[in-house]
T-cell receptor, first 113, second 115 residues
Framework: AQKITQTQPGMFVQEKEAVTLDCTYD???????LFWYKQPSSGEMIFLIY??????QNATEGRYSLNFQKARKSANLVISASQLGDSAMYFC??????????FGSGTQLTVLP | DTEVTQTPKHLVMGMTNKKSLKCEQH?????MYWYKQKAKKPPELMFV???????INESVPSRFSPECPNSSLLNLHLHALQPEDSALYLC??????????????FGPGTRLTVT
């Protein structure tokens, strides 16, 4: 069975500062992928970044980077230079041998001006 | 183009109505998904279609009936719904090759209210 844990229900960050959203996972699959999605209040789930379990380097996409620590089973999302438009719900998700994504409970990020 | 479209954006229906939700993608993806999402909760998988065949049904009540007419389209037919079925319904698509992991791209969702 797969499990994703996001322990921060809500986070606040000052505009232009960096913020880390925590994600830990549990799986017995040797090969898996980790994803982060952003969901603004409008509802659409926006794909942000992907990390494969065998990738040697941490994934980066613009202001987003994934701090992947395989031994600790953590896949934290780092957002640099926060913007007001970053205020949203953020979901960590994992896909292993099963066809479906397993989502965490989400973190509501609020960027303060 | 990573766009998945869904119609309608909002839907209000009575418990005796029959309605359909539509989803379309033109990314050449061969896997399509329906999710149900309640407020402040993560999406819950309902159905997965792979190469236009239903591959996963997560014990969804029969009042929800999926259909995949072709590789670009996915429908969700609704009949005799209950008020607790009110939620955001999200469609997603992804590439689908055995042994590979691909990201899913989501549509904007349909906000369904059952009265």
């Amino acid at each position: 069975a797969q499990k994703i844990t996001q322990t921060q229900p809500g986070m606040f960050v000052q505009e232009k500062e960096a913020v880390t959203l925590d994600c830990t996972y549990d799986t017995s699959d040797p090969s898996y992928g980790l994803f982060w999605y952003k969901q603004p209040s409008s509802g659409e789930m926006i794909f942000l970044i992907y990390q494969g379990s065998y990738d040697q380097q941490n994934a980066t996409e613009g202001r987003y980077s994934l701090n992947f620590q395989k031994a600790r089973k953590s896949a934290n999302l780092v957002i640099s230079a926060s913007q007001l438009g970053d205020s949203a719900m953020y979901f960590c998700a994992m896909k292993g041998s099963a066809r479906q994504l397993t989502f965490g409970s989400g973190t509501q990020l609020t960027v303060l001006p | 183009d990573t766009e998945v479209t869904q119609t309608p954006k909002h839907l209000v229906m009575g418990m005796t109505n029959k309605k359909s939700l539509k989803c379309e993608q033109h990314m050449g993806h061969r896997a399509m998904y329906w999710y149900k999402q309640k407020a402040k909760k993560p999406p819950e998988l309902m159905f997965v279609y792979s190469y236009e065949k239903l591959s996963i049904n997560e014990s969804v009540p029969s009042r929800f009936s999926p259909e995949c007419p072709n590789s670009s389209l996915l429908n969700l037919h609704l009949h005799a719904l209950q008020p607790e079925d009110s939620a955001l319904y999200l469609c997603a698509s992804s590439q689908d090759r055995s042994g590979q992991t691909y990201e899913q791209y989501f549509g904007p969702g349909t906000r369904l209210t059952v009265t």
